[in-house]
């Protein structure tokens, strides 16, 4: 009889590893609290897969940054002050991550976890069997300004030298890679290792896969407590027919910005603060973008997805607060205008805004690895900006460890208790 394992959450990271789970002849079972099922921010990103991505959140610079940005209603970053000591503990945190020696242990391990998930995105999408939009064209960095460029463009050499194709273009090389829309750009670095699909398209795929593969899945359904007695975990669940207790013989906590709550049941501490994003998806929008783009200055994304066109952007620190803030959304909106002057505000305008909350550690890694003693209690959560591009490797990292296997990339710095 296989074994049983017990996934909390079914954004991609947790969909991902039930898939690799069952793979291994794994008996699954999903828990997911939204009666359904659809983990809002795995669903509603920006679909960007980012091996490009290799500096963490916390590096050198991102603290003046953010203090400017701090100022302006409309800048992409916002941390609302409140009296929180989980607040305080994980500024602290961040503070002490933003710097370069940490950049330069981080860096080599996100590119590796990275250029792994975009192999494992390949294999996923062959394995699925349907189109999910998957587009191979790589990321373009717009940068709008000259010293938007010179910065981008350090960053391609960074880039190369770590092995990413990464080229610097200028306007008319930008703009012949992309006829169909105006652009008021001084250039771009393009990064080809990138890539973009569906978000939205993915999880209904590998959710309608893993229906069929036998993967249980429990909605509207939240789990409330752990509890590991060395070889099974027992879980206290509240759903539609009332409160029980589940036993598993490895629990997954993959629950994304909310999983701190349920680690400290285990004795946990998990530090993760929710970073709100926003986007704009405007259907069949009448100036047509090809490849993923930052609008680097803006700090904002831009992905075609098929007949629609996806705007978003904006990190705001203020706690699990749904409500949408209109100048943050103003500020994709003129964004958006900036990069692309042909496409209509009224476009812009007529796209209801989505907003999903980022599970964002002060480090700027993941936690993925065993709960410290409890080792049938695997964490994977703390994404922030690439869970999406990172959902297929983590989920196979999962599954090594629930396995027993040896994993496939060295976890040391990815470990869920780092901060004590
Ligand atoms: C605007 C925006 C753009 C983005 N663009 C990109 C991008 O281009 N590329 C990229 O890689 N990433 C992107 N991201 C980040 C990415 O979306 C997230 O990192 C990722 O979706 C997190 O996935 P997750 O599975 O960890 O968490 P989630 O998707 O949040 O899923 C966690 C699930 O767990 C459930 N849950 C939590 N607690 C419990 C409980 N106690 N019981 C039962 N269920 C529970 C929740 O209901 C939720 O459905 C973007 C995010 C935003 C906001």
């Not at 710097?99 to 792994?116: C, D, G, M, Q």
């Not at 999408?125 to 709008?144: K, M, Q």
């Not at 400290?264 to 970073?275: D, I, N, T, V």
Request: aromatic residues 4%; proline residues 7%; hydrophobic residues 45%.
């Amino acid at each position: 009889m296989a074994r049983h394992a017990l996934v909390v959450g079914a954004g991609v990271v947790g969909l991902n590893a039930a898939h690799e789970l069952r793979r291994r002849g794994f008996d699954v079972t999903v828990v997911e609290r939204d009666p359904a099922g659809h983990a809002a921010t795995s669903h509603g990103n920006a679909g960007i897969v980012v091996p490009s991505h290799f500096v963490p959140l916390a590096a050198p610079g991102v603290v003046t940054q953010a203090l400017r940005w701090m100022l302006d209603p409309m800048s992409p970053f916002y941390v609302r002050p409140r009296a929180s000591l989980e607040l305080a503990r994980w500024g602290w945190g961040f503070l002490r991550s933003a710097n370069a020696a940490h950049v330069a242990r981080a860096a080599p391990l996100l590119l590796a976890l990275n250029l792994a998930s975009r192999r494992r995105y390949e294999e996923l999408v062959a394995e699925l069997g349907v189109d999910v939009g998957f587009t191979p064209r790589g990321l373009l960095l717009l940068c709008h300004t000259d010293r938007g460029l010179e910065e981008e463009a350090r960053g391609a050499a960074a880039a190369r030298g770590m092995g990413l194709d990464a080229v610097v273009l200028d306007a008319a090389e930008v703009r012949a890679l992309e006829p169909g829309i105006e652009l008021d750009v001084v250039g771009a670095v393009h990064v080809r290792d990138d890539a973009h699909l569906d978000p939205g398209a993915t999880m209904r795929a590998l959710r309608a896969r893993l229906d069929r593969d036998g993967v249980r899945f429990r909605n509207g359904t939240e789990v409330t407590g752990l509890r590991d007695h060395g070889g099974v975990v027992e879980v206290d669940v509240v759903g539609a027919e009332g409160a029980r207790v589940e036993a598993a013989d490895a629990l997954v906590l993959a629950g994304g910005s909310w999983s701190g709550a349920l680690a400290r049941s285990l004795g946990l501490r998990l530090p993760l603060q929710p970073g709100k994003g926003y986007a704009l998806t405007i259907e069949r929008p009448s100036q047509r973008l090809r490849t993923a783009a930052i609008l680097v200055e803006a700090r904002a994304a831009a992905t075609p997805l098929g007949d629609r066109l996806r705007i978003g952007g904006t990190m705001e620190i203020a706690g699990f607060d749904p409500r949408l803030t209109p100048s943050r959304i103003e500020g994709i909106k003129r964004a958006a205008g900036r990069y692309f002057p042909r496409l209509p505000r009224a476009e812009l305008d007529g796209a209801a805004p989505w907003m999903g909350f980022r599970p964002v550690s002060p480090d700027g890694l993941p936690y993925l690895g065993r709960a410290p003693r409890h080792p049938n209690v695997i964490v994977a959560t703390g994404h922030a900006m690439m869970g999406f591009s990172l959902g297929p490797i983590s989920g196979q990292l999962v599954a090594e460890l629930v396995a027993g296997e040896r994993p496939s990339v060295d976890l040391t710095l990815l470990a869920p208790g780092r901060f004590g």
